[in-house]
């Protein structure tokens, strides 16, 4: 009797019986594709030993192509439980060989015209002693395929679409086909005997939005968008995020602590920075391409700025949070930068961020590396920046190349520097994890073998993949390693049913005895321990997606321009009245650059938005050398003398000091006294600039100035200048006059002596006499002079 019912509920829950219909091909859907399949709700989500024995799959079929569709019918299959990670995406791709049918076909339409949709129920026991049913006896991942055949107009009976996703079955519920008075005897418990250490990394991150090109001290700040505003109100995607992690861990609904001994939030400290930005106001460019020129709107997000990082920085008080690489960056785009100073503000500088955003002490000695492959430039750069575990996915393809079969991911730790470990996670699980919510999307890691279709599958097909994945391996207890890292994209676009489904999952793991919670400051140091002391090979310099890769144009505009910031930071000072610092003031044009090599962009758009970015970062750079100047006089100046100084003035529009050089390129006869290094305050600074000059013309003379290392600041200054001193041959002619005068005195002077007269006084008048004899007092001073009277 039982069997029977079993049998009428799943006719009666069908649209319409089967007819005699013509089997379809059992190929994959044709090239022109008339139908879509998607997959509305999965009940239940995660199969338990106490839930009900069966499972409901609804869903709809449209009619997308050019032509009516008739005689549209729709059936369940399935296939053997996921036996390796690679099966986690091969059963969701390729012919479908390997999946049986559970029924008939149904037909759910007679005939669908253009834009027409209809709905379907699928609903069958897990296991029943007659058929149909899926025949799941024992706890895994099972692959379910919905497969809609038709006839379109001017075609044949075809194949026309499907939809996959996986069932994850935690514990097997009782067969409701055996009539026993003690069902829970019928239970297929799960083995429990080999839980699974995890650990779960919750992202908090968002691609950049910060305008590029703006130093510090601006206000007020300006972003490219507004979108952050949406995000972080209530509903929007890091409020979704946010609000799902403060849940689950919350005292009543985690009440051991188990889940949140396995969370830890993983923030990007860009995000953090212009979040905290926002808090104090802000505008949005309208220019196209996010110039700083544009005209501005107000922001609109504030409040909810403020709101958002409240929480944050409440839920952080209590839970773990790491940071992950500043703005996502690419380390292996950063090692070919080149530039040690920009690997650490990218890496270990990244923690103090958040720390002293959200006033925690965040966990140290890990690196995320999140979208991108561990290569072996990325462990170079690692190495150089101090000891750290490396949390990212090894290469894995989905077949080995010499036997064929699917082998398993090597999760075990490896070293690979004295100062590098991996703590490797599984592609596999972190594509599925990427595939969840609205924006679906492939890891750059992932090799194009474990590569499926994303956009075809719905939303609740692609949770239902994203479920299975994080407990596949506690459901296989023979497989290794027995813990695992469970690593979602950065940039996660949940919704809240998406966000509860798999936090609820990993509370499932947990208290099934699937999984122990394993803290991310215990991986680190099991994979410290676990590591062997001999050193591996490096990885390969290019692994994963080819076109996620950042072009060399990106990457040398991105070293040219961080090469002069950075020469420019070694000249700037703090300016006392502010306590501006020229660190400081320059940090955001750094973390420009870092947001250029973000691997939070699509890959076809990366090269693009990097380059648009890295010009307006650079054009800013050159914006700051030409910001400290010699002011032109515009005319000419007259030196009065050999000795007088030359007149200059110096201006800094920038807000810090900054320590200069004057270059005077000066002409022969001309000396100038090198003033050294001068601390050129913001606004003007007049000079006096010692020289000497030996000559008696106009000339030219070019003025620069530079930093104390070389570097060129401002446009140099030509100065035409008039000297008055004397010459050479007006120095000879007077030295040499001099001399003659000289002679002659002596001369005058020797025969005084000798009393002997002097030629010079034979051609003299007779001396006048006065009325009483005495001589002129004129003709005595003219003739002898004052001391021959």
Known sequence: ????????????????????????????????????????????????????????????????????????????????????????????????????????????????????????????????????????????????????????????????????????????PPDPSLESTDPVSAVVPPDTSRPVGVTMLWPLADRPRLAAGVPGATTPVRLGDDELATSLAPGGRLDTLLSAADFATSPPVDPAGQVRSALCLAVDPDLLVTVNAMTTGYVVTESADGGL?????????????????????????????????????????????????????????????????????????????????????????????????????????????????????????????????????????????????????????????????LQQDSQVARRQDALAAMLWRGLRPATEPRAEILVPPMVWDLQQDDAAALLSALATSINSGLATPRPLPTVIAETLAAAPATEQPAPADALGNARARFGDGVVSAVAGASGRLWGLTAALTTDERTGLTGTEYTAPLREDMLRALSQSVPPDARNGLAEQRIRRTATTVDDLFNAVTIVNP?????????????????????????????DVDAPPGMTVT???????????????????????????????????????????VRLSLHSNAYGKVLFIITLSAGAVLFLLAGRRLWHRFRGQPDRADLDRPPRRTTADDSPDPVDTAIAYGPDER
């Not at 080995?400 to 490896?414: F, I, N, T, W």
């Not at 003398?641 to 320590?659: C, G, H, M, Q, Y």
Request: net charge negative.
């Open 293 to 453: 020129s544009g005209p501005t709107r107000p922001g609109t997000g504030q409040e909810a700025a403020v709101n958002w990082l409240g929480r944050l920085k409440s839920l952080a008080q209590r839970l773990c949070v790491t940071s992950s690489v500043y703005a996502q960056a690419d380390l292996t785009a950063l090692h070919r930068v080149g530039d040690p100073g920009l690997a650490a503000v990218a890496t270990t500088e990244s923690p103090d961020v958040v720390d002293q955003i959200l006033g925690i002490a965040s966990v140290r000695g890990a690196t995320l590396l999140g979208d991108g492959p561990l290569t072996g430039p990325a462990v170079q750069l690692l190495s150089a920046q101090g000891p750290t575990v490396a949390i990212a996915a090894p290469d894995y393809t989905a077949q080995d190349s010499a036997s064929g079969e699917q082998p398993p991911v090597d999760l075990v730790p490896r070293r690979y520097t004295r100062q590098v470990v991996t703590a490797p996670v599984d592609p596999t699980v972190g594509a599925a994890l990427a595939g969840a919510g609205t924006r679906p999307s492939s890891p750059s890691y992932l090799d194009s073998s474990l590569n499926v279709p």
């Open 1 to 172: 009797m039982l069997v029977r019912s079993l049998a009428a509920v799943v006719l009666l829950t069908l649209v319409a019986a089967p007819a005699l219909l013509p089997r379809a091909a059992a190929g994959e859907p044709g090239v022109t594709q008339f139908l879509k399949l998607s997959i509305d709700r999965v009940t239940p989500e995660i199969v338990s030993t106490a839930g009900e024995p069966f499972v409901t799959v609804t869903g709809r079929v449209a009619n997308i192509g050019d032509r009516s569709v008739r005689d549209v019918v729709v059936r369940l299959e399935t296939a053997a439980a996921v036996t390796t990670s690679a099966g986690l995406r091969t059963s969701l791709a390729g012919s479908g060989d390997q999946f049986e049918p559970v029924g008939d076909f149904v037909t759910i339409a007679p005939e669908l015209s253009q834009g027409q949709s209809a709905a379907f129920r699928l609903f069958f026991p897990l296991r029943s002693g007659a058929e149909p049913s899926l025949r799941i006896s024992e706890p895994g991942v099972y692959p379910l395929l919905v497969n809609v055949n038709g006839t379109p107009d001017y075609g044949a009976p075809a194949r026309l679409d499907d939809a996959r996703f996986l069932l994850p079955v935690v514990g097997v």
């Open 674 to 716: 090198d003033m050294g290094e001068i601390v050129l305050p913001p606004g003007f600074l007049p000079l006096r600039v010692p020289v000497e000059v030996h000559f008696t013309q106009r000339v030219a003379v070019d003025v620069s100035l530079r930093t104390v290392d070389g570097l060129s600041l401002g446009e140099p």
């Open 634 to 662: 515009g005319g000419s100046y007259t030196l009065a003398t050999e000795r007088s100084p030359l007149p200059l003035a110096l201006r800094n529009d920038l807000p810090v000091p900054i320590r200069v050089r004057l």
